[in-house]
């Protein structure tokens, strides 16, 4: 007689189970997965921006080798410092914090909005910086010390008026993307009053300010942006995690636990102060944060706007954009921003002939 013996099957062990397209990464003790498109597109976004970089460093009225750039940026003895780390170094600089902060922005408000029109731009949170800071020149305050700290309180204030009134028990996208829509006519007429009371120096002055120009950004601007944008590191490496959780249903959210107003107005307030803070370096450049996250989405097929990419693709715009005004037309020289408006302006059309706010309609 013959047994048959039975070996007891191991005990099964939870298995997680991971979405398509990531990969899980290790570091130590901690783990994180990374959708890989979206890495190959960042890396490939790197390495444009860092060629528009030495592109930008290079062209201009005297074409400046790229071996000397590197020289210059080395901090070795050239030539070109004046041209290379006077002149041209600092205002690019600052367009590429400029770029990074809209880019972040713009992601973060869309996110929370889930709608390609809810762009610091459209719903009047640049306006509202642009009429605090544009106030404040016609009165006397000129100093670019003291203007990005007062486009942030404009920003935020302007973003709590648009917030309050679009709250009706829940944040539907649409109402708030029209009532943002109109705070920002209203605000823009806000500082057309404020330049004709002004003197005419000044408001010209503030008139190109409007526009979006790194004209005249130095390492002062730059040292005061990079200090905030260091400062909110930590959000917006919370926010890259937060994202996960701010397109719920409010109904989801309750069944796990998770405080989804807090989430979103988080979101919504770092949003507001980036997109406010690169107001008042250079100006409302337009469309930018805009543009930005919706491309970075496209390219990378993922389900939440990527940060890192928006941010990437924000400050080759702007990069890119000012060295476009300043060669195209030269000699003259045109405020980044009129580019940026121009590319943007088709794309805006574009997104309402579609009809993707009519889409996105649901509460936030």
């Known amino acids: 007689m013959s047994t048959t013996a039975t070996t007891p099957a191991p005990a099964t062990a939870a298995v997680r189970v991971r979405p398509a397209g990531y990969t899980l990464v290790r570091a130590g003790s901690a783990s994180f997965l990374l959708h890989r498109r979206a890495a190959l597109v960042a890396g490939a976004l790197a390495a444009a921006l860092a060629a528009v970089c030495v592109a ?10 790229p071996g000397e750039v590197l020289r210059v940026l080395f901090g070795q003895e050239s030539h070109s410092e004046l041209v290379v780390g006077t002149l041209r170094l600092p205002r690019m600089t600052v367009g590429l914090q400029v770029g990074l902060a809209f880019g972040v922005a713009g992601a973060l408000i869309q996110t929370v909005a889930r709608n390609p029109l809810a762009s610091p731009d459209i719903i009047g949170i640049s306006q509202g ?15 670019y010390d003291v203007l990005p700290y007062l486009s942030v309180v404009g920003g935020v204030l302007a973003a709590a008026l648009v917030y309050v009134f679009a709250w009706r028990g829940g944040l539907h996208a649409t109402r708030f993307v029209l009532i943002g829509i109109g705070f920002a006519i209203a605000l823009r007429s806000v500082t057309q009053l404020f330049m004709t009371k002004g003197d005419y120096l000044v408001a010209q002055q503030a008139q190109i300010w409007m526009t979006g120009s790194l004209n ?6 730059a040292a005061t942006l990079g200090w905030v944008l260091l400062v909110l590191l930590p959000g917006i490496a919370w926010a890259a995690r937060a994202q996960r959780t701010a397109g719920m249903d409010d109904d989801t959210a309750v069944a796990l636990g998770v405080r989804l107003g807090r989430v979103r107005l988080g979101l919504v307030a770092l949003g507001v102060v980036l997109a406010s803070v690169a107001t008042g370096a250079a100006g409302p450049v337009d469309f930018v944060a805009l543009l930005a996250p919706q491309i970075a989405r496209r390219l990378t097929r993922t389900a939440q706007i990527p940060l890192v990419c928006s941010a990437l693709l924000g400050a080759v715009i702007v990069v890119l954009g000012d060295l476009l005004a300043r060669r195209l037309f030269s000699p003259t020289e045109l405020p980044v921003g009129v580019l940026t ?15 993707h706010s009519g889409r996105t309609g649901g509460k936030a």
């Open 216 to 221: 005249g950004r130095g390492w002062e601007e």
């Open 129 to 143: 910086a642009s009429a605090l800071t544009v106030g404040a020149m016609i009165f006397g305050v000129t100093s």
């Open 341 to 355: 408006a121009a590319v943007g302006a088709p794309y805006l059309i574009w997104l309402i002939v579609r009809g």
């Open 56 to 65: 930008y460093l290079c062209v201009g009225e005297r074409f400046v080798a």
